[in-house]
């Protein structure tokens, strides 16, 4: 079975930084496009950014473009997203997934609060 944990949230002030990772485990993800997801309190879960297998594609949200970068690591089944400049509307719980996702696969996510 697919497990997907994220990690690296947590309470900053605005203009913080923070770098979120996703491990996965019960089979290989190597091949598959990976990508991160925020639900913001009251809102429907986003797309934040997404890379292609092999790092050819890259995709960010307009609100995140410049600030955030998604990077993984094949060998170590994991995606990392380093944001920077936070602010008070990045405030959300961060999800990582297939992309598109995989229905199964929603971990718990991890929680990320900016301050003003």
């Known amino acids: 079975q697919v497990m997907l944990v994220e990690s690296g949230g947590g309470l900053v002030q605005t203009g913080g930084s923070l770098k979120l990772s996703c491990t996965a485990s019960?089979?290989?993800?190597?091949?598959?496009?990976m990508a991160w997801f925020r639900q913001a309190p009251g809102k429907e879960r986003e797309f934040v950014a997404g890379?292609?297998?092999?790092?050819?594609?890259?995709d960010y949200a307009d609100s995140v473009k410049g600030r955030f970068t998604i990077s993984r690591d094949n060998a170590k089944n994991t995606v990392s997203l380093q944001m920077n400049s936070l602010q008070p509307e990045d405030t959300a719980v961060y999800y990582c997934?297939?992309?598109?996702?995989?229905?199964?696969?929603w971990g718990q996510g991890t929680r990320v609060t900016v301050s003003s």
């Open positions: 019960g089979r290989s993800f190597s091949w598959y496009a």
């Open positions: 997934n297939q992309n598109p996702p995989d229905a199964r696969a």
């Open positions: 890379r292609d297998w092999n790092g050819e594609t890259i």
